[in-house]
């Protein structure tokens, strides 16, 4: 069939979803644009969520800590190779969308789809990286033993993928709609052998991206989607039926974006409602211990249980690896942090006054507002679970 899934009509629900939303995205933007000290640790801890979300979905499962270290460019802590070799490849894909996306000279092109598809997989060339497959494509339920879903004929592929390309570069007024069908058609089309999941998601990124409101990088549902994954395979087997149908409705897939465009938002803000309480509480910290500014990152990253790192605090701060070592080793010295390990393998976490700040804030969130109170509920009675 010469022809793609289709946006459905917004109907009087989605559309006040959809201005709350752009009203949150709006005021996200806002306080961005201001300067703020914990603004770097935030894109780069969102970025991190947004790779270990999507690659959680396919089964490539790695620790907050580890997904930090995969933007950082550094070593994993805990992951096995088969599934850090896979979390690279998706970083390259992540991050050559959030930088290259908003850029006025882009264009989507089919072979823009194959040029990401090999970076996503250029470590396993068995997959055909770059690449349309030439064969059958079915989707298995492992769990079940069951097929829930075939793809179009490969003779249809190429023709298809012109016509995702296209729709995706005409675009409309509308780039959450936008992104939410671009996911959807790749996911339908499944135009590779493999990492068609996780090149649609990074598609859907790569559509928002260009919304040019809200940065890329806060933009993304990924790390959301990550979070619900049933609901996810869910939506997807409702809408799909089985095989290849661009004619059949939408509608519930775009409510379980804007569902999760919305609940993504609300994280965000909370997020940086605790990113300005936290600093707050280390400034009186730091300036308590006679601590150097310089130390504030690394503090952060600690009050947000992450591992801190000597190589990764010499990186973004420029001290010297002599310096590195007396700050970190001082801050053991105040009890701000706490050292495990030995020699190269030693890492530091939060203190005693630094876990009783981050419980605090932990205690203190609020619930967020389901703006589709009732889209899980339709989503279980329908798969018939």
């Known amino acids: 069939m010469d022809q793609l899934f289709q946006p459905p009509d917004i109907d ?101 789809l194959r040029s990401l598809h090999f970076m996503l997989l250029e470590h396993d060339l068995a997959k055909d990286p770059g690449e349309f497959r030439r064969g059958t494509v079915y989707v298995r339920d492992e769990a079940a033993g069951t097929t829930v879903y075939e793809g179009p004929d490969a003779a249809l592929v190429p023709r298809l993928v012109e016509l995702l390309a296209a729709d995706i570069q005409a675009g409309s007024d509308e780039p959450m709609v936008d992104g939410a069908m671009a996911h959807l058609n790749l996911v339908m089309i499944h135009p590779f052998r493999d990492g068609n999941g996780r090149m649609a998601r990074a598609l859907q990124t790569l559509v928002l991206a260009q919304d040019q409101v809200l940065e890329p990088t806060f933009s993304s549902i990924e790390e959301w989607l990550g979070h619900n994954t049933d609901d996810y395979y869910r939506v997807l087997a409702i809408t799909g039926r089985g095989s290849w149908q661009p004619e059949n409705d939408a509608s519930l897939w775009v409510k379980f974006n804007l569902r999760a465009h919305h609940m993504q938002a609300q994280t965000l803000e909370r997020r940086f409602r605790e990113a300005d309480t936290t600093l707050l509480a280390l400034d009186e910290l730091m300036s308590q211990h006679s601590i150097p500014d310089r130390l504030a990152d690394a503090l952060f990253d600690a009050v947000n249980l992450l591992r801190v790192r000597r190589q990764t605090y ?72």
């Open 12 to 112: 009087l629900e989605d559309a006040r979803v959809l201005d709350e939303i752009r009203a949150m995205r709006s005021s996200l933007a806002d306080v961005l644009r201001a300067p703020r000290r914990w603004a770097g640790g935030l894109r780069r801890t969102t970025q991190a969520r947004a790779i270990q979300g999507s690659n959680t979905i396919e089964g490539y499962t790695v620790s907050d800590q580890d997904a930090v270290a995969a933007v950082d460019e550094e070593e994993p802590l805990t992951a096995d190779q088969r599934t850090w070799a896979e979390i690279i490849g998706y970083r390259r894909v992540l991050t050559f969308v959030l930088r290259m996306a908003a850029d006025p000279e882009f264009v989507m092109r089919p072979f823009t």
């Open 314 to 385: 010499v990186r973004r701060t420029g001290v010297e690896e002599r310096t590195a070592s007396r700050d970190l080793a001082r801050l053991v010295t105040t009890g701000l942090l706490e050292a495990r390990g030995q020699t190269r393998g030693r890492y530091y976490v939060a203190g005693g006054e630094l876990r009783r700040l981050a419980n605090r804030l932990r205690h203190e969130r609020r619930p967020l507002t389901d703006p589709y109170p009732w889209l899980p509920g339709e989503l279980r009675t329908l798969a018939g679970r």
